[in-house]
């Protein structure tokens, strides 16, 4: 496994990549890797010839300084685990490498009301950073696949528009949702939990499991999920939607949507989750 850090070097290598290999796989990451990033970089390694990860934390992304100066950073670990699975190549960029001029000098994108919605309400300016980091990172590694994960269902949305809207020839391939034993979805965040808060953060997904097995009318689904986020100390919802999974439109009947979609949001702590689950 070899591990670059400049952009000149990324690029020369995979041009000379290219020149041998017919399909380069491509998994950006923020580090702090666990068995969903590598669920993604499986995937890679089974459909390409080469797998190329970046561990970068896109300080364009956070519009929280607060996370983003929390945010785990595990290289040496991260590093062994990739190296481990049989990863190729690993790109761990400076800002400076990504954002040459500085992080105030960024492309402003148009995803409509892909980014009106959900994160994008909560989270001002989190995708134009998405989109930014990922664009030049694709421009940079020139992969024929990348993976994403539905947990960040409006993430992987995104990218897609991104992918469309700039004709990029790269198939972006959407990856499970990996769990933790008792259903609390994987993210790099929950090491930030304190052992109460951990244990109090089960109930989200719970939430969401109950709330599709009721079978309930949309509306119902809703205020279900809601109460019972609301009923357990230490969480704090910030938001439920029950959505169209292409256009991202909140929907009110079952009969809107042939892909039903519920998101959330829920603070615990300091510490901010997300989950989703399919209708
Ligand atoms: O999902 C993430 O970890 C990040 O948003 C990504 C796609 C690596 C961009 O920084």
């Known amino acids: ?43 890679s390694l089974e459909q390409n010839d080469y797998t190329v990860v970046s561990i970068f934390v896109n300080p364009t992304q956070f519009n929280n300084s607060n996370d983003l100066e929390t945010y785990p950073r595990t290289l040496t670990a991260d590093l062994a685990m990739l190296e481990a699975a049989g990863c190729d190549v690993v790109f761990v960029p400076e800002v400076h490498e990504i954002y040459p001029e500085g992080t105030d000098v960024q492309e402003s994108y148009d995803f409509g009301n892909l980014e009106m919605v959900m ?5 001002p300016g989190h995708f134009k950073g998405v989109a930014n980091v990922v664009h030049r990172l694709f421009k940079m590694v020139m992969p024929t696949r990348s993976y994403f ?16 809207q700039y004709s990029l020839p790269i198939e972006i391939i959407p990856c499970e949702i990996v769990r933790e034993p008792d259903g609390l979805a994987m993210s790099s965040r929950n090491v930030r939990l304190l052992p109460e808060q951990r244990k109090h953060a089960v109930f989200i997904s719970q939430a969401l499991f109950n709330a599709k097995s009721q079978k309930k009318s949309v509306e119902e689904t809703k205020k279900s999920v809601i109460n019972a986020i609301k009923s357990v100390p230490l969480l704090l919802l910030e938001y439920f939607e029950i959505v169209d999974g292409t256009t991202l439109q909140p929907i009110r009947q079952w009969s809107e949507s042939k892909n039903p979609v519920g998101c959330i949001a829920v603070h615990v702590g300091t510490v901010r989750l997300i989950d989703v689950i399919m209708f």
């Not at 994960?149 to 469309?164: C, N």
């Open 1 to 43: 496994m070899i591990v670059l850090h400049q952009r000149a070097e990324i690029e020369s290598y995979m041009l000379d990549l290219r020149k041998f290999s017919s399909s380069i796989g491509f998994v950006p990451t923020m580090g702090a890797l666990h068995a969903g990033h590598m669920s993604l970089v499986s995937k």
């Open 149 to 164: 994960g539905l947990k960040d269902y409006q993430q992987l949305a995104i990218i897609k528009a991104l992918v469309a």
């Open 119 to 123: 994160e994008g309400v909560h989270r």
